[in-house]
């Protein structure tokens, strides 16, 4: 559940918030939410105890409600998710990866003062940093949980630093920068969604527990333990971190640090704070190749459900890596990488997956009712999909409407258009097969790559 976002998400959070005091309690705020979500999630996953998470969840859930609608859900999520939710947070961790990689050396070049140079080295690296995750998740599975297993341990060193620095700070008395309290907190609802955007983005793994409860023993005792230790503990490390950053840059200094991380080491490390940008780097690395493999078994899903091209699900003959998927992701990313910044990906990502968290909660709801008599090993209250939905519509409501930018509107345009092909190819099945069966040839051709179950 520990990702980059610790790493991305502070200095937006703060700036958002107005104030420390008021950033803090988003924090707090946002590992109640995770906290919520997780039990909420728990219940989704024992009930449909199969790959897809949400995809499966939908399909059960609304499917059989209605002839259209019904599988209009499932669609949407799979279309947004691969073409858009993946790639806009793979390039949110390159650009992160590229960030923290170039900063000291920008530094070192005195590149900092050139502000267009810096973007052009920053986008480069991470085009680059691209095509490397994208050449490993293509080339073979054993050399991705090689890497994976290397650089995932890299995320807890940093943050330990960072949480180490902070404390001395704090025992040599140096906490000036958190006498601010509540001064200048905002008052804007747009600018606490936007806050609660940052903050959750770190959390975001929150959504993963579903991936193990049809392993667990005892879910009804195991799911809530696990969750109730799990999420608080990584709520008091964001909050230490947090606070570690707070008590060593001012609030001006952390709102324009483009890798606050680095800012910190260079006041604390001295000679040795090129240990944190070298584990940051390595981290947001590993999450970005994860991240890209990951979404491949939702393209298999949907792909063998004919809501996708079937040809998104077919495996290297030899290698048995998913290298239509993996190469669509990097396509797709490339082009936000070389268009987008990070926290307008952020904020853009972030406003499609809270919809879609809401769309789960809603999904839970009429399961309630039209699978009420299938045993539940875990069952949560009610409130807390209600209380989880009603987040989820205030996170994508109050940027549409109190800030209706290109970014929400794009995100609008996307989810209308999936709705259209959904429309014309999966309801009225006109799809244009002579087109789709010669896609699928020339992708075999080209990538030597077959359907799974014949590989």
């Given amino acids: 559940m520990i990702g980059s976002g610790i790493f991305v998400s502070p200095a937006s959070a703060l700036k958002y918030s107005g104030s420390v005091g008021m950033c803090i309690v988003v924090w707090a705020s946002c590992g109640v939410i995770s906290l919520l979500g997780a039990l909420a999630y728990s219940e989704l996953g024992t009930l449909v105890p199969r790959s897809g998470s949400e995809y499966a969840y939908f399909i059960d859930s609304f499917g059989p409600l209605h002839k259209f609608w019904g599988h209009l859900p499932a669609f949407i999520y799979s279309w947004i998710m ?34 267009d140079v810096k973007e052009n080295v920053i986008k480069i690296v991470a085009l680059i940093a691209l095509g490397i995750t994208t ?4 080339s073979s599975v054993k050399l991705y949980i090689k890497v994976q297993n290397i650089f995932g341990s890299c995320k807890v060193v940093a943050c330990l630093i960072v949480i180490c620095g902070g404390i001395y700070q704090i025992a040599a008395g140096n906490t000036k920068n958190l006498s601010r309290g509540f001064e200048d907190t905002t008052t804007s609802p747009r600018d606490f969604a936007m806050a609660f955007y940052s903050g959750l983005w770190a959390y975001d793994g929150w959504s993963s527990v579903t991936v193990i409860t049809e392993e667990l023993k005892n879910p009804e005792v195991n799911i809530p333990r696990s969750i109730f230790i799990a999420v608080p503990l990584v709520t008091i490390l964001y909050i230490l971190m947090n606070v570690s950053y ?84 990097g396509a797709i990313s490339f082009l936000f990488i070389s268009t987008g910044e990070i926290l307008e990906l952020i904020e853009f990502a972030s406003f499609l997956i809270w919809f879609f968290y809401g769309v789960a909660m809603v999904s839970l709801i009429v399961m309630r009712k039209t699978m009420k008599d299938i045993k539940r090993p875990y069952k949560v209250p009610l409130f807390i999909p209600i209380f989880i939905l009603l987040v989820a519509l205030y996170l994508s409501i109050t940027p549409i409407v109190l800030d209706p930018t290109p970014k929400y509107l794009l995100a609008l345009g996307f989810m209308m258009l999936g709705v259209l092909i959904y429309y014309w190819c999966i309801y009225k099945r006109k799809r244009p097969t002579s087109f789709m069966k010669t896609i699928t040839y020339y992708v075999q051709i080209l990538f030597q790559v077959v359907p799974p179950e014949k590989s």
């Fill in 82 to 115: 691969i073409m858009v939710i993946r790639p806009a947070e793979i390039a949110v961790l390159t650009l992160t990866f590229s960030q923290y990689f170039c900063e000291p050396i920008l530094d070192a070049l005195c590149v900092q003062n050139n502000p």
């Fill in 135 to 138: 050449y490993i998740n293509v």
């Fill in 246 to 329: 707070m008590t060593v840059l001012t609030y001006s200094e952390m709102i324009s640090a483009p890798a606050v991380a680095v800012t910190f080491g260079d006041r604390i490390l001295g000679p040795f704070s090129i240990i944190i940008p070298i584990g940051v780097a390595l981290s947001t690395f590993g999450c970005a190749l994860s991240l890209q493999f990951g979404v491949t078994r939702l393209c298999y899903v949907s792909g063998q459900d004919g809501f996708m091209l079937e040809s998104l699900s077919f495996v290297h003959y030899k290698k048995m890596t998913p290298a239509p998927a993996v190469l669509l992701q």
